[in-house]
C-alpha cells in the first residue's frame, strides 16, 4: 500500500515538474513584489497548497530556483528560511483532507481517512503555532547555526 502511495506521488511530482505548474505560481509570487512579512505568509500558503498534492522534497525542489532568489531579494536570512520551509513542507504533508502522509498513516493504522484526518488536525495547528513563533521570532531558529559559526 506504501509502495503504491509512493509511485503515484513519484508520478505526480514528474508530472507536476512537466508542466512546470510550481515554478510558474513562484514566479506569479515573486512579480507580486510583497514584503518580508507578506512574502513569508504567501509562501507559506503557496507550500501547504502544494504541498498537499505533492511529496515534500519534490515541492521543494521543483521551486526553490525561483523562491531563494525571491527570499535573498526581501533580505530575509536563507538559514532560517531553510528552517522554516522544512517545518511548512511538513505541516503541509499531514494537512487533511489530501496530504501526502495522511494516505501513508491511513495504510498503516487501517483507519478511514476521515478518522486520519481528524486526529491529524491538533498537530496540524501545532505545527501551524510552531511556524508563527518562527515568523515572530526568528532568531529562535537561527541562535544555534550563529553560535556555532564563531
Known amino acids: 500500500m506504501i509502495a503504491l502511495i509512493l509511485m503515484g506521488a513519484a508520478f505526480l511530482s514528474l508530472s507536476m515538474g512537466f508542466t512546470g505548474l510550481p515554478r510558474a505560481l513562484a514566479a506569479w509570487i515573486d512579480e507580486m513584489q510583497l514584503s518580508s512579512i507578506t512574502l513569508i505568509a504567501a509562501l507559506t500558503v503557496f507550500y501547504i497548497i502544494l504541498g498537499m498534492f505533492l511529496d515534500g522534497i519534490s515541492s521543494v525542489v521543483l521551486t526553490m530556483a525561483i523562491v531563494v532568489p525571491m527570499i535573498r531579494q526581501a533580505g530575509i536570512d536563507v538559514i532560517w528560511f531553510g528552517i522554516f520551509i522544512v517545518v511548512v513542507v511538513e505541516m ?3 494537512t487533511p483532507p489530501i496530504g ?3 494516505f501513508v498513516l491511513q495504510g498503516m493504522t487501517k483507519h478511514e481517512i476521515g478518522y486520519t484526518s481528524k486526529t491529524a488536525i491538533p498537530m496540524v495547528g501545532l505545527m501551524l503555532l ?3 513563533i518562527l515568523v ?3 532568531e529562535l531558529a537561527t541562535w544555534l547555526p550563529n553560535n556555532l559559526k564563531q
Open 92 to 94: 503541509a504533508q499531514v
Open 130 to 132: 510552531m511556524v508563527i
Open 136 to 138: 515572530a521570532f526568528p
Open 100 to 102: 501526502f502522509n495522511l
